[in-house]
């Protein structure tokens, strides 16, 4: 990755089992990487959306 890209991974279960490894693939390509789990609180799912980010859903 050229530029420091900042990505949200969004699970949609807690049991993070989609696309293991994903978020380790990333930071190692020079991303900034951030994992949110969906609870109901869509406030906090927008204030992790809030910024530059590239939100990347992850389905169980």
Do not use: C, N
């Not at 049991?15 to 991303?31: I, N, W």
């Amino acid at each position: 990755m050229s530029a420091k890209k900042r990505i949200v991974l969004i699970h949609t279960s807690p049991e993070q089992t989609g696309m293991p490894g994903l978020a380790e693939a990333l930071s190692r390509a020079g991303a900034d990487v951030t994992q949110f789990v969906m609870t109901g609180d869509y406030a906090a799912l927008l204030d992790v959306l809030e910024d530059d980010v590239l939100p990347v859903v992850i389905k169980a």
